[in-house]
């Protein structure tokens, strides 16, 4: 069984600036992956980025990155020089591997973009 | 190459009526599932499917079915529906079980029961 939790329900950010998204969980699998998906007005859900529990380095994809904290069960995503297209609904996931591929999300986050 | 097809996109349905809310996947992908996201609470598995013929409940399964007759289609049935069951609705599948094959999502059905 696991547990996601996104604090933070509304965020803002200038374009072109920094922003980093918190999600802590808690689980009870030995190995397991988390994900960080984005939600546009669109409602499709977008894989952006995916941790595997057992790898220490910290995943990264182009603008976007995590700070994988394994001790503090903590997985926050990095975006930088952020864009107008990145607002949108973030959602954490975590899943064990050997749950037959069963996501635990968090409640989400509301990114706003300003110019 | 098509995806995860789910139709239709919109529904509105009368406590106590049945529906279908279809899902197709043209990527012969071994795993499915059927997630519902309600406000403030993200999205939760209603049921899934590791192969055809195979398939268990998820999180939150009440008050739905599915069944699994070919590798390609994963329908939900509402049997009776239900204000609670108001929802956005997304199929996912993926290559084989197990979350080293990321899940590719459909575009979700919005159903409303009133």
């Known amino acids: 069984a696991q547990t996601v939790t996104q604090s933070q329900p509304e965020m803002s950010v200038q374009e072109a600036e920094t922003v980093t998204l918190s999600c802590t969980y808690d689980t009870s699998e030995s190995d397991y992956y988390l994900f960080w998906y984005k939600q546009p007005p669109s409602r499709q859900m977008i894989l952006v980025i995916r941790?595997?529990?057992?790898?220490?380095q910290n995943a990264t994809e182009n603008r976007f990155s995590v700070n994988f904290q394994k001790a503090a069960k903590s997985f926050s995503l990095k975006i930088s020089d952020s864009q107008l297209g990145d607002a949108a609904m973030y959602f954490c996931?975590?899943?064990?591997?050997?749950?037959?591929?069963?996501?635990?999300f968090g409640t989400g986050t509301r990114l706003q973009v300003t110019l | 190459n098509a995806g995860v097809t789910q139709t239709p996109k919109f529904q509105v349905l009368k406590t106590g009526q049945s529906m279908t809310l279809q899902c197709a996947q043209d990527m012969n992908h071994e795993y499915m599932s059927w997630y519902r996201q309600d406000p403030g609470m993200g999205l939760r598995l209603i049921h899934y499917?590791?192969?055809?013929?195979?398939?268990d409940q998820g999180e939150v399964p009440n008050g739905y079915n599915v069944s699994r007759s070919t590798t390609e289609d994963f329908p939900l049935r509402l049997l009776s529906a239900a204000p609670s069951q108001t929802s956005v609705y997304f199929c996912?599948?993926?290559?084989?079980?197990?979350?080293?094959?990321?899940?590719?999502f459909g575009n979700g059905t919005r159903l409303t029961v009133t």
């Open positions: 996931a975590a899943g064990g591997t050997g749950t037959a591929s069963k996501l635990t």
């Open positions: 996912a599948s993926s290559r084989r079980e197990g979350l080293i094959s990321p899940l590719h």
């Open positions: 499917s590791v192969g055809a013929g195979i398939t």
């Open positions: 941790q595997e529990a057992y790898k220490q």
